[in-house]
């Protein structure tokens, strides 16, 4: 059913809707179906269709107090054998125009049955009763927020523990230092928090860190203004390792992230970003 508004409707406007249908479903009133003119149709209030056009002679559907629309489609003989109705969704489909998908008769009452299923499915899962569903999932949900904050600031703590033990593994390209590594269970942002420890410490510094697991994986890339100024390109370097990982990326010189799926291979990438750094700075000529 397509309508006029400039705004979605509320929840509490669709439960409204929902009410006052239903309720003349329950009234079970036999329906007026009426051929006459359209100005004689418009007298009687009649409502016209969106984007139809009518000939001299236009098909009235009235619900006695309640309705009256120009449709020439078919209809059932009283509201009460629609059965129940039941609003699915409610959309825009253009500039003030709203579109309400609902459900009628049996596909309705599967329709609850279907979602009354699903809320005792959860009341089990949570412990607790229908009405208090909405309060215990809120509190998951900030539980999980809570101990997903603690375990990345976790994470972050292991992969800065490593940084000494990457600065001694590092390799000498041209005069610009290479320091690469794989840091298992930590994410993107340690990975970046770990790259920036490193370009503090070393100058000039290409940083490449890695994580796998599984079939996907990330890496970072960072190097320092010197690096850059001596050819260094970290959105070419990560676009080049994720290539032959078959993973793709990008981003800025001095910072670039991909993704990849070859996680077995990482090692052998790692191994050869000091000759891509020899060739962008021209040593490796």
Do not use: W
């Amino acid at each position: 059913f397509d309508f006029t508004h400039m705004k979605p409707l509320s929840a509490e406007e669709i439960d409204e809707v929902e009410v006052m249908v239903n309720r003349q479903v329950l009234l079970n009133t036999p329906l007026e179906v009426i051929l006459t003119d359209m100005e004689s149709a418009k007298r009687l209030g009649a409502k016209a269709l969106f984007n139809e056009k009518y000939g001299s002679e236009v098909r009235v559907v009235r619900v006695p107090g309640f309705s009256a629309e120009l449709c020439g489609g078919t209809h059932v003989d009283a509201t009460g054998d629609i059965g129940s109705f039941k609003i699915i969704r409610e959309e825009g489909i253009g500039s003030g125009v709203r579109r309400i998908t609902a459900l009628a008769g049996l596909s309705a009452f599967l329709h609850h049955q279907r979602l009354s299923g699903q809320v005792e499915a959860l009341e089990r899962l949570f412990s607790v009763p229908a009405e208090e569903l909405e309060k215990r999932a809120g509190e998951v949900i900030r539980e999980n927020r809570r101990l997903s904050g603690q375990l990345e600031k976790q994470k972050s703590r292991q992969a800065l523990s490593r940084v000494e033990e990457l600065l001694r593994g590092r390799e000498e390209a041209g005069g610009v230092s290479v320091v690469t590594g794989v840091l298992e269970g930590s994410g993107p942002e340690a990975l970046r928090e770990v790259g920036d420890r490193v370009r503090q410490r070393l100058s000039p510094v290409v940083v490449v860190l890695a994580v796998g697991e599984g079939d996907r994986g990330h890496l970072v890339a960072m190097a320092d203004k010197k690096a850059v100024a001596l050819g260094v390109d970290c959105g070419i370097l990560v676009r080049r390792i994720a290539a032959s990982l078959g993973g793709g990326g990008g981003g800025r010189a001095d910072m670039a992230q991909a993704g990849f799926r070859d996680v077995a291979g990482l090692p052998m990438a790692l191994e050869g970003v000091r000759g891509l750094v020899l060739d962008m700075t021209g040593e490796g000529v």
